[in-house]
């Protein structure tokens, strides 16, 4: 359940653990991302394509990681509105996400700074689908703006 | 998975300089809407034009993470699986994205070099804007048939 605590900049600690986040992505998750992103890659959208693919089923679109990163970031509590401006950001896809998998995300808190008078924040986060596997490792830099 | 085998670009058919196919996009507030919908990201940022103008901003901006699977889209058009696991993307923030902007993103292959039995390629990628201002900017790595 989300938390609805906001999270201010201060209280964020380097090194610091959030709640691991459990996500299960499903196709209607798949075929919504894929819409509003206004891609139609039938590995994403097309169930027949996918069959016949070399993964025997769609897939989800590597950057639907979007989707739990950002919800992981909020099982400590909610980023205050307008709060964090990405500045930076690395993924490493290392497994393609199926429908039906089972995701746990978890984010550390790796640095926080202030530079030029603006507060930075690094995150780095781990997902494992239900079988422990690491599916993507992702690192984000945010701009505190409040 | 099955018995298919992936479906990779030969990494001997990649030269050096070679440019990817574009993507373009345009942006409209409907689109961001969908986007914060799909991804659960309802941040007034980007949603909310009331909240937004009193920001920093001045006004409702993209998803950052919208922005990056226009990048995804010309890896996957490019690489096919090469793209979909085994693949990094790390991209720097430059100026935000508003409804009614155009978004370009390009690519060009920029290192190759063989590792483990695998052609790895390194692209430069880019998203600009109709003013031909970088919106982000970074580099991607997929998978190439040896």
Same mark, same amino acid.
């Given at each position: 359940?989300?938390?609805?605590?906001?999270?201010?900049?201060e209280?964020?600690?380097?090194?610091?653990? %959030?709640?691991p986040?459990?996500?299960?992505?499903?196709? @209607?998750t798949i075929?919504?991302y +894929?819409?509003a992103?206004?891609?139609s890659n039938p590995?994403?959208?097309d169930?027949?394509?996918g069959?016949n693919?070399?993964?025997?089923?769609i897939i +989800?679109p590597?950057?639907?990681?979007?989707?739990? *990163?950002?919800?992981?970031?909020?099982? #400590?509590g909610?980023?205050p509105?307008?709060a964090?401006?990405?500045t930076r950001q690395?993924?490493?896809f290392?497994?393609p996400?199926?429908?039906?998998?089972?995701?746990v995300?978890?984010?550390t808190?790796?640095n926080k %700074?202030?530079?030029?008078?603006?507060?930075y924040? %690094?995150?780095?986060?781990?997902?494992?689908?239900?079988?422990?596997?690491?599916?993507?490792?992702? #690192? *984000?830099t945010?701009?505190?703006t409040? | =998975?099955?018995?298919?085998?992936?479906?990779l670009i030969?990494?001997a058919? *990649?030269?050096?300089?070679m440019?990817l196919?574009?993507v373009?996009?345009q942006?409209?507030q409907? *689109?961001i809407?969908?986007?914060?919908q799909a991804s659960?990201?309802?941040?007034p940022?980007?949603v909310?034009?009331e %909240?937004a103008?009193?920001t920093?901003?001045?006004?409702t901006i993209?998803h950052g993470?919208?922005t990056?699977?226009y990048?995804? #889209?010309? =890896?996957a058009?490019?690489?096919k699986?090469?793209?979909?696991?085994?693949?990094v993307?790390?991209?720097s923030?430059?100026?935000?994205?508003?409804?009614? @902007?155009?978004?370009?993103a390009s690519?060009?292959?920029?290192?190759?070099k063989?590792s483990?039995?695998r052609?790895?390629?390194?692209?430069k990628?880019?998203?600009?804007?109709?003013?031909?201002?970088?919106?982000?900017t970074?580099?991607?790595t997929?998978?190439a048939?040896?």
């Amino acid at each position: 359940m989300e938390n609805e605590k906001m999270i201010s900049f201060e209280e964020l600690e380097i090194g610091q653990k %959030f709640k691991p986040h459990e996500f299960t992505m499903t196709k @209607d998750t798949i075929f919504k991302y +894929a819409e509003a992103v206004s891609d139609s890659n039938p590995l994403y959208c097309d169930e027949e394509n996918g069959k016949n693919s070399f993964y025997g089923s769609i897939i +989800a679109p590597p950057t639907s990681a979007a989707i739990y *990163i950002i919800s992981a970031f909020q099982s #400590e509590g909610k980023i205050p509105p307008g709060a964090a401006v990405h500045t930076r950001q690395k993924f490493e896809f290392i497994k393609p996400v199926f429908p039906g998998d089972q995701l746990v995300t978890s984010v550390t808190v790796k640095n926080k %700074f202030v530079k030029m008078e603006r507060k930075y924040v %690094f995150f780095e986060m781990t997902t494992v689908n239900q079988n422990g596997e690491p599916v993507v490792n992702s #690192e *984000i830099t945010v701009f505190w703006t409040q | =998975m099955n018995s298919r085998r992936p479906n990779l670009i030969k990494f001997a058919e *990649i030269e050096l300089g070679m440019e990817l196919p574009e993507v373009k996009k345009q942006i409209t507030q409907e *689109i961001i809407n969908k986007y914060a919908q799909a991804s659960g990201d309802m941040n007034p940022q980007h949603v909310d034009p009331e %909240f937004a103008g009193q920001t920093v901003f001045k006004g409702t901006i993209a998803h950052g993470l919208l922005t990056i699977a226009y990048i995804s #889209e010309m =890896m996957a058009n490019f690489f096919k699986d090469g793209w979909y696991s085994g693949s990094v993307m790390e991209i720097s923030f430059h100026a935000p994205v508003r409804p009614g @902007d155009t978004i370009t993103a390009s690519g060009r292959i920029k290192t190759k070099k063989s590792s483990g039995g695998r052609g790895i390629v390194i692209c430069k990628v880019a998203c600009t804007n109709q003013d031909n201002t970088s919106v982000i900017t970074g580099t991607a790595t997929a998978l190439a048939e040896l």
